[in-house]
């Protein structure tokens, strides 16, 4: 049996994966005429290549508008302000997520109540939205997490019957689709991060997407620093922040565009292939897909852990292992936003707090808290960029630690959890 890397043993892999992000001439030729054109910044907005990208990544999403911005929390932000949140307004959110998400209710003035997830997908659990509703709901903003999507046949009519507004944080989904509908274009207004790990980056960015002609002035409003929208039918006036995005990002995100759907279709092809290897295995299994996904996303493919798998070695220890393998893979990527590091929330720092009855230190997430700390295995799409050799590699570093797994019992588990 081959010595375990982290037991002083060969690796499965010392090649490093597919570089992220692709790139080539086509990226090399619009940056270069965004700088020899002297025209960099967002203003006037949306500027020229931004144009083009609202409407492009509106279409190719299937919405009827799209305003890009500075990045993915602001876009969930403003979403929330063009939808028409007042201070102190609940906004029911998935405790499985990244921290931004619950952040940008804070920055609307809302108030974040957090749901658990539904085991099968991670996602939120329709039934526990539903009971979290109170009089004070406005909004609700459902994640499409990893390479999932929530159940949007679920969420729809509860928000449509008790007059929420849904914001579908589509960080994770670019080129998703539910039932033959893009991500992003179900709810009210899709939210979209353009940051560096994304499926399609501009090394930073957001863009917002909604089929509401008022609530697309809104946002327009909202990013241009108050300044009236183009067409301008509904005259919304607010104070508004500077959250354009620059040229070079819309020209540069127009050129990755053309790349997202070969990519998207090579992920899928190489997660199947994966899962076939990865049937063998006892104690891992990728996430299933609802069929109602009918194009899945691959933002980060998603497995299952069970230790028993793995003679009862703990998710972080295997994980551990299959690092030392050679394989870049995370568990608690993300942690229930209401223990993650980053959610240093101060009650007395936000004034709508001071009527509200949400105590975060009393909320639990089982389903959320277990997929956090003992279950989930994050592999970051770059690893299905490329040939079915990298997909070998995955797979057999896996069977490998399982077949060894009896020798990681001295091995001590990470102390450092999350992704920050
Ligand atoms: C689910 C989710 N929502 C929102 C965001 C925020 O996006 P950004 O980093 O562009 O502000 C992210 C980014 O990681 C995310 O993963």
């Not at 046949?153 to 589509?170: K, M, S, T």
Request: glycine share 10%.
């Amino acid at each position: 049996m081959a010595r375990l890397a982290i037991k002083g043993g060969k690796p499965i892999r010392t090649k490093p994966f597919p570089g992220w992000p692709e790139f080539g001439e086509e990226e090399k030729k619009v940056l270069m005429l965004v700088l020899q054109g002297r025209n960099w910044g967002g203003y006037p907005s949306p500027n020229t290549y931004a144009k083009i990208l609202n409407e492009r990544f509106a279409a190719f999403q299937g919405a009827r508008y799209g305003v890009a911005c500075a990045n993915g929390t602001v876009s969930l932000e403003v979403a929330l302000k063009a939808g028409g949140l007042r201070p102190g307004d609940e906004v029911i959110v998935p405790a499985y997520t990244w921290v931004g998400t619950a952040a940008a209710v804070l920055f609307a003035q809302g108030v974040p109540v957090f749901v658990d997830s539904d085991p099968a997908n991670y996602c939120m659990d329709p039934k526990a939205f539903e009971a979290a509703i109170t009089s004070r709901t406005s909004a609700v903003i459902p994640v499409h997490l990893g390479m999932e999507m929530a159940d949007m046949d679920a969420i729809l009519p509860v928000a449509r019957r008790r007059q929420l507004f849904v914001i579908e944080d589509c960080a994770h989904a670019h080129g998703a689709q539910w039932k033959g509908l893009g991500a992003g274009s179900l709810g009210a207004f899709g939210s979209f991060s353009m940051q560096s790990s994304k499926l399609l980056t501009a090394g930073e960015g957001g863009m917002i997407l909604t089929s509401n002609e008022e609530f697309y002035e809104r946002c327009q409003t909202l990013i241009n620093c108050g300044r009236p929208s183009p067409t301008d039918r509904y005259k919304y006036r607010s104070i508004g922040h500077n959250h354009r995005m620059t040229e070079f990002q819309t020209a540069l995100l127009l050129a990755q565009l053309g790349r997202l759907p070969e990519q998207t279709e090579r992920r899928l092809k190489n997660a199947r292939l994966l899962a076939q290897k990865l049937e063998g295995i006892t104690g891992i299994r990728p996430l299933s897909w609802d069929a109602r996904i009918t194009r899945p996303a691959i933002y980060h493919y998603l497995l299952r852990y069970d230790p028993s798998g793995f003679g009862g070695t703990h998710r972080d220890v295997f994980l551990r292992s299959l690092r030392a393998e050679g394989i870049p893979a995370e568990g608690a990527f993300y942690e229930p936003v209401y223990r993650a590091p980053l959610w240093d929330f101060r009650r007395e720092n936000f004034a709508v707090f001071a009527g509200s009855q949400v105590d975060y230190s009393k909320v639990r997430c089982p389903v959320a808290e277990k997929a956090a700390y003992e279950e989930s295995v994050w592999l970051h799409h770059s690893l299905l960029l490329g040939d079915a050799n990298d997909v070998r590699d995955i797979a057999e570093a896996i069977a490998k630690i399982q077949a060894s797994a009896g020798e990681l019992a001295d091995v001590s588990r990470p102390t450092q959890t999350g992704s920050f």
